[in-house]
């Protein structure tokens, strides 16, 4: 969040209460609340939204994996060796 918010700031010339508003904006997933003016400040946006959105699917994936990996174990079929 602080480097979108810093972002904005420089990039942009925001005011922390607006810089604030469109990081969590993009970070939420809902998108921007203002389109940038600057080609620069539109790029920092992308790239800042596609960062988010990773950092989310590694984090999902990285508290999700325990679960899987339990619930993989607990399905487990053992060989009979009997017959």
């Known amino acids: 969040m602080a480097l979108g918010i810093f972002g904005y700031m ?13 990081s969590a904006m993009l970070l939420s997933g809902l998108g921007l609340a203002e389109v940038p003016e600057s080609p620069h400040t539109q790029i920092f946006a992308s790239v800042f939204a596609i960062y ?8 999902a994936g990285l508290l999700a994996a325990p679960l899987l990996h339990r619930l993989l174990h607990r399905f487990h079929w053992k060989k009979d060796n009997s017959g």
């Not at 420089?10 to 469109?22: G, H, S, V």
């Not at 988010?52 to 984090?59: A, E, G, M």
Request: negative net charge; charged residues 15%.
């Open 10 to 22: 420089i990039l942009e010339d925001m005011t922390w209460q607006r810089a604030f508003l469109n």
């Open 52 to 59: 988010s959105s990773f950092v989310f699917l590694v984090i």
